[in-house]
């Protein structure tokens, strides 16, 4: 009659060690992400694959933008600007103005430089106001092509570089 009453234990016992296999299964076998040489995350591409091409022969100028992105063309103080808007905000502007580098004033500070389809650009980034959060606006000035891009809200720094990859000079 022993033998009748070791049969519940035995059978908790390989329960718990059938949890237990199946818990230690579970913990090792999590997908790893990749990690480039520099022991940085690899990012996620941005899917550009419905993206839209804006292109001025006026300009210059050609560049890729998301699908749910709306344009328009203006001339606020006679400069040519094409603005990029989502749900009515603006989320970026490309300019063309002849003394494109003099638009950046003292409410920019310049913060570097970057390589932009083979051109130099130079980054400014807007100053916050004494007391308020840094502002999210950043503008990549190209002065050799009178262009500006200027980003307004900033957020999503692949999305802004990967806008920024599309950017080509035409002319």
């Known amino acids: 009659m022993e033998k009748s009453n070791n049969i519940p234990i035995l059978i908790l016992i390989l329960v718990v060690v059938a949890a237990g296999g199946w818990y230690w299964y579970s913990l090792t076998n999590q997908p790893v992400e990749p990690l480039p040489t520099d022991g940085q995350p690899v990012e996620e591409k941005v899917d550009m694959s419905s993206w839209k091409t804006y292109r001025s022969e006026t300009s210059g100028v050609q560049i890729g933008y998301p699908f749910s992105y709306n344009t328009s063309e203006t001339k606020p103080a006679g400069v ?4 990029f808007t989502e749900n009515k905000k603006v989320k970026f502007t490309v300019v ?3 003394n494109v580098s ?4 003292k409410d920019w500070e310049k913060t570097g430089t970057k390589t932009i389809d083979g051109v130099n650009a130079e980054e400014f980034h807007k100053v916050a106001l004494p007391g308020t959060l840094p502002s999210p606006e950043v503008a990549y ?4 092509k009178n262009i500006a891009v200027t980003f307004y809200e ?4 692949r ?5 920024l990859s ?5 002319k």
């Not at 003099?102 to 004033?105: A, D, E, K, V």
């Not at 999305?159 to 806008?163: G, H, T, V």
């Open 96 to 98: 063309t103005s002849s």
């Open 166 to 170: 599309t950017l080509k000079f035409t």
């Open 102 to 105: 003099s638009l950046y004033g």
């Open 159 to 163: 999305l802004l570089s990967a806008i």
């Open 141 to 144: 000035v190209i002065p050799s």
């Open 154 to 157: 900033g957020g999503d720094e």
């Open 80 to 83: 040519p600007t094409t603005s």
